[in-house]
C-alpha cells in the first residue's frame, strides 16, 4: 500500500484528501498534515449580532465548474445563494463612477456605454476607442497586462478602470503581471477578431461574462450559513483520523524510493508521494534551492480585510460597491455593500460595509494595530462616500503573505518547477494559489487533478 501525505489544511489540501477518499483504493491511504489548529485555511466566518461576515473569501464565480461540482457531492445545493446585484464602482477624482456597461474586466465592448461614461475623460474615450483599428502584431514572449492594454487603448482607460478592476483581483501591479498566466483569454480573442473591443464581445473567444456591471447579477455564488461551511464540509466527509492539525512540516528529505518529512515538533513521518498544497513559499521552504528556484522570488502580498456593522443603512447607489482608482495614495483598494450583494448576510434596515487594505509592494498592514487600520477605513469611507456613522462593530482580518503575483513569465517558471519536482523529488506535486489560478473553483480544479494524477501512479 502507498502512503500518501498532504501538507496543508486549506480548502486545496482537504479538497485533495476528499478526492483520494472517494477513490477508495485499497493501494493508498492518506494523511493530511495542517500547521495551525483548525482546518481551512483563509475561510473564517463571524456571526454577530444578527450579521454574517466574512473575514476571508466570501464567494466564487459560477462559470467555473469545479466549484458547483463539489459543492453538490457535499450535498450543499440548497444552500447556494446568488448574488443580488451587480453594478460596480470606481472611486476617482472624488466621485463614485459606474463601470460601463459591457466592460469584460474592465475593458470596453460597448462603444455607447464608454462614451456616457463618466470616469474617463473624452480625450481618454476617443484613444480608448482607436482600438478597434489599430493593428495587433502577435508577440512570441509573455507580456505585463498593463503593457498589453496601454498599448491597445492609451494609459487613461487602463490607470481609471482596467487597473482598478484586475489589479483588485490580484492585489498586485498589472505592468508585472503576466497576460498568459492570468488572462490568456484576451490575447486570444484579440488574434481571431483584430481588435480586443470586437473579440470580447464573441463569449466563446473571451470565455467570461462581462463583469462589475449590471450583468453580472446571478454571477457569484455562497453559501447561506457563511462561506466557511465548504471547508467545515469537506472537514466532516474525511476520517478524522487521517486529518492532523498543528503539525507543521519543517523538510521533505529523499529516501531512496520514498520521503522522510520531518515537522518542527521533531517528529518524522514516511510517504511514498507528497501533495504540498500551499502557497509556494512553503514549497520553497520544504524543498532545496535549486528545485525552488524559479520560484524563489516570486511575492506575496499581504492583506486585510476590515469589515463595519452599522446601525442603518446610508444612501448608496443601487450596486455591489467600488473599486479604488489608484491616481491618489488612499490606503483602501476597494468596498462591497455587503447587504446589497449579500442580502441575506445582513439584519434588515442595517449596513454592511467590507473594506481592502493591501497592495503589492506596500505594506500598509504589518505596522498597524487593528483600530489603526479601522480609522484608515473610516476616514477613506467619509470622503468616498460621505458616511459619518459610528460603527456598530468591527471585524479584521489580516492575511500575511496571502497573495500571490503571476509575474510576466509564470508559466515559463511554472514548467521549470515541474521539470525540477519531476528530475529531483519524484512523486511530490503542488496545490494552491501560486501556480495555476487564484480563484476557489481554480485552486480546488488543481488540487483534484493533482490528487487523480497520484491515483493513476499508484493504481498503474
Not at 483520494?20 to 492518506?30: D, I, P, T, V
Not at 490580484?170 to 477578431?193: H, V, W
Not at 470580447?200 to 450583468?215: D, E, I, Y
Not at 446571478?218 to 453559501?223: D, K, Q
Request: charged residues 25%; contains cysteine; proline residues 5%.
Amino acid at each position: 500500500m502507498k502512503r500518501i501525505m498532504i501538507i496543508g489544511g486549506g480548502l486545496s489540501g482537504l479538497a485533495a484528501a476528499y478526492t483520494l477518499e472517494k477513490a477508495a483504493s485499497n493501494q493508498l491511504k492518506w494523511d493530511l498534515y495542517e500547521s495551525h489548529s483548525s482546518f481551512g485555511g483563509k475561510f473564517e466566518t463571524v456571526k454577530r449580532e444578527g450579521f454574517i461576515v466574512e473575514k476571508g473569501p466570501d464567494s466564487f464565480l459560477a462559470r467555473k465548474p469545479a466549484g458547483l461540482a463539489l459543492i453538490e457531492e457535499l450535498g450543499l445545493t440548497d444552500k447556494l445563494i446568488v448574488n443580488a446585484t451587480g453594478q460596480s464602482f470606481v472611486y476617482h477624482e472624488k466621485q463614485l463612477h459606474p463601470i460601463p456597461e459591457g466592460s469584460v474586466m474592465g475593458i470596453p465592448t460597448d462603444e455607447a456605454a464608454l462614451l456616457k461614461s463618466t470616469l474617463i475623460s473624452e480625450i481618454g474615450k476617443k484613444r480608448a476607442l482607436m482600438e478597434a483599428t489599430l493593428p495587433y502584431q502577435s508577440k512570441d514572449e509573455d507580456q505585463s497586462l498593463g503593457e498589453f492594454f496601454e498599448a491597445r487603448f492609451g494609459s487613461e482607460l487602463v490607470k481609471c478602470l482596467i487597473e482598478p478592476l484586475l489589479s483588485g483581483i490580484y492585489a498586485g501591479d498589472i505592468f508585472q503581471m503576466s497576460l498568459r498566466a492570468t488572462f490568456p483569454q484576451f490575447e486570444q480573442a484579440i488574434e481571431k477578431a483584430g481588435s480586443l473591443m470586437k473579440g470580447l464581445k464573441v463569449p466563446q473567444n473571451s470565455n467570461m461574462n462581462t463583469t462589475n456591471t449590471k450583468n453580472t447579477i446571478g454571477a457569484f455564488r455562497t453559501l447561506e450559513g457563511g462561506f466557511s461551511e465548504l471547508p467545515a464540509a469537506l472537514v466532516s466527509a474525511l476520517p478524522k483520523e487521517h486529518l492532523h492539525s498543528a503539525k507543521k512540516a519543517k523538510k521533505i528529505t529523499k529516501k531512496g524510493s520514498s520521503y522522510s518529512i520531518s515537522f518542527t515538533d521533531g517528529t518524522k513521518e514516511e510517504a511514498d508521494y507528497v501533495l504540498v498544497a500551499a502557497t509556494h513559499d512553503t514549497l520553497i521552504e520544504l524543498t532545496d534551492e535549486k528545485t525552488a528556484a524559479p520560484f524563489v522570488n516570486q511575492p506575496l502580498t499581504t492583506l486585510a480585510t476590515i469589515s463595519l456593522a452599522y446601525d442603518r443603512q446610508a444612501d448608496l447607489p443601487e450596486g455591489t460597491g467600488y473599486l479604488v482608482a489608484r491616481t491618489k495614495p488612499y490606503k483602501t483598494t476597494a468596498c462591497t455593500w455587503v447587504a446589497k450583494k449579500w442580502p441575506h448576510m445582513v439584519p434588515k434596515d442595517k449596513m454592511l460595509l467590507r473594506g481592502f487594505i493591501g497592495k503589492m509592494g506596500e505594506d500598509e498592514i504589518s505596522g498597524h494595530s487593528d483600530d489603526t487600520l479601522i480609522d484608515f477605513v473610516i476616514q477613506d469611507y467619509k470622503e468616498m462616500m460621505g458616511l459619518t456613522d459610528v460603527p456598530l462593530f468591527a471585524e479584521v482580518s489580516r492575511m500575511a503573505h496571502a497573495m500571490p503575483t503571476y509575474k510576466v513569465g509564470h508559466k515559463e517558471r511554472l514548467l521549470a518547477l515541474t521539470d525540477n519536482l519531476r528530475a529531483n523529488y519524484p512523486g511530490v506535486y503542488f496545490a494552491g494559489m501560486s501556480y495555476v489560478g487564484i480563484g476557489i473553483p481554480d485552486c480546488i480544479d488543481l488540487a483534484q487533478n493533482q490528487a487523480r494524477q497520484i491515483i493513476n501512479e499508484v493504481e498503474n
